[in-house]
């Protein structure tokens, strides 16, 4: 049985990239390997969210976690903050990870360009934090969108360095992993080929989003002028309509509108209305679980405490590992 682990950043609620990214993949391997799932409170400080947005952040992930299917009998389901062993851990990896390489990272230096005036220590070192979150628990597969690849690299490298450093093969090489095929990437409505949080207003669709929204949403995405003659090529913009058609839709209908594309008859608007119905009836499902676990405070904090202390169970162990390898050792 191997070790799973994935966490998303409680920056704001989750978006259909998130769900097809990373936690239906969760949802699909929990009950047969050795899996945990966090919420990533400590990355989320990069961005220095008041006390009360914290907070209320990452109820709303565990909250969403629940909703989309994550059981936290079977799989562990905890909040990065609470287990401390991830920060020392974080610490131990930072006197192994170099400067040149931690501004090499493509997430770094967009994160430069997007918020030069907050270019934090905590940025540089986010690939760390992320290592020490995967390690932890000596995880192998990390289910993860594309944009995680670069991240798993660099959290194979501190692995592998601390294993020839200590000449020890303590920690395994921790994978980028989806469960069906490659690494996927789903795009955003405003022509991006990213959905994402951070993106543009519009850009998303959230798990939580209700229909009224959601056919806002689809109804405004970026399109182009359309095909004049058969066989035309299709801009970026659309074949992002057609990736997420393919996530919520069913084959026939992607068939019947990329046949349409082909033969120049296809108009943007039935997309449209077809897509936003389907991701509704995607959703809608989710979103009531949204709205039903969100109202039950005992039960959150239940599960929070559970979480907490299976992963520091498992979290502890490899910290008190870690210590004698590196040599701090009792008097
Ligand atoms: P975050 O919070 O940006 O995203 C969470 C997960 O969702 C995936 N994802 C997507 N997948 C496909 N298409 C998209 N448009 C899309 N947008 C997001 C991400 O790939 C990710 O799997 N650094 C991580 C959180 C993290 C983590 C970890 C993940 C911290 N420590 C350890 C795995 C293991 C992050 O910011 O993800």
Do not use: W
């Amino acid at each position: 049985m191997e070790t799973v682990l994935s966490g998303i950043r409680s920056t704001g609620n989750l978006h259909l990239g998130n769900y097809f990214g990373a936690i239906r993949n969760f949802v699909k391997m929990q009950h047969e390997h050795n899996c945990y799932f966090f919420i990533a409170d400590y990355h989320s400080l990069t961005t220095h969210p008041t006390p009360g947005d914290l907070h209320r952040n990452v109820r709303q992930v565990l909250v969403e976690y629940l909703a989309a299917g994550i059981d936290p009998e079977t799989a562990t389901l905890y909040i990065q903050s609470d287990v401390p062993e991830v920060a020392e851990l974080y610490l131990l990896l930072n006197m192994n990870a170099y400067k040149g390489e931690l501004e090499r990272c493509t997430s770094f230096k967009e994160k430069v360009r997007k918020q030069p005036d907050n270019v934090n220590a905590g940025l540089l070192t986010y690939p760390v934090l992320m290592a020490a979150d995967i390690i932890i628990h000596r995880a192998t597969k990390v289910p993860v969108g594309k944009d995680q690849e670069q991240h798993l690299e660099m959290a194979r490298t501190f692995a592998n360095r601390f294993n020839r450093m200590y000449k020890t093969d303590y920690f395994p090489s921790p994978y980028a992993f989806n469960f069906e095929q490659a690494l996927i990437k789903i795009p955003g409505l405003d022509g991006s080929t990213k959905m994402g949080k951070s993106e543009s207003e519009g850009n998303a669709i959230f798990l939580a989003d209700d229909a009224r929204v959601i056919r806002k949403k689809v109804m405004r995405a970026t399109t182009d002028s359309g095909p004049e003659k058969p066989g035309e090529k299709m801009s970026q913009p659309v074949k992002n309509l057609f990736s997420l058609m393919k996530a919520v839709s069913s084959k026939e209908t992607v068939d019947h509108f990329q046949e349409e594309f082909k033969n120049a008859t296809i108009r943007y608007g039935d997309l449209k209305k077809q897509l936003a119905e389907d991701i509704i009836s995607f959703t809608s499902p989710l979103r009531e679980k949204i709205l039903e676990i969100g109202a039950d405070n005992e039960y959150l904090s239940k599960v929070a405490k559970m979480g907490a202390e299976k992963a520091r169970e498992s979290a502890g162990k490899t910290i008190r590992d870690v210590r004698e390898i590196i040599g701090f050792r009792k008097f």
